[in-house]
């Protein structure tokens, strides 16, 4: 019972996390620039949010985006992003995939308690590349804005990012690492083995005393 929940623990925890990551790579509002100090451009109406696909204006009377569709001139940490962030959501679904049918209430035909263990193992590692790709996206694209552009604060989709690839982190240690049953292996001394002529038997070697019963 205890190694389904954590198996469900870590599965839920990872699909919320790859979630999170899909909205942080489908929106825009990664970080909010300014040229000047926050306070100064609220005031001024010059705010600026930037994301993996646009660039937008802010202010009360104008609300204007920019499509960043011109590969060769778009600088290399927003490319490495894009390319993490969707590798990051296209993985998502097998992985996810493999984890559920980890499941012990998930059976498939002529199917070992081992092969259900390498699964789970799988899909846990292929969550933690997922948490790797959203960590280093979401942490290297606000460092390259800050510095090309300057002063800047944290948007929604960033706080997405963050915390889908802190959740696929954890699901995928959880899968990874307590994959294996509770149940405990016996030891050699308590196994017993079943004979047609003298039917269940001990296969722990006789007794000195047996020995010496023996030979009177």
Known sequence: MTHSCR?????????????????ATSTNNWVVTCKYGMHTCRK????????LWTECIISTALY???????????????????ALMVTACLLGLPSLALALLAMPCVKLSQETEDTKCKRAVLGGILILFISLCGMVSTIWFPIGVLHEDGLMSFGFSLYAGWVGSALCFVGGSVMTCCSRSDSPAQSSEDRYHYSKHSGVTNSAPPTNSHAKSAHV
Do not use: V
């Open 7 to 23: 198996l469900l623990c870590g599965f839920l925890m990872s699909c919320i996390g790859w979630t999170g990551i899909i909205i």
């Open 64 to 82: 204007h985006c920019i499509s960043l569709n011109q590969i060769l001139e778009i600088p290399a940490y927003i490319q490495t992003s894009r």
């Open 44 to 51: 001024m109406d010059e705010l600026e949010t930037k994301g």
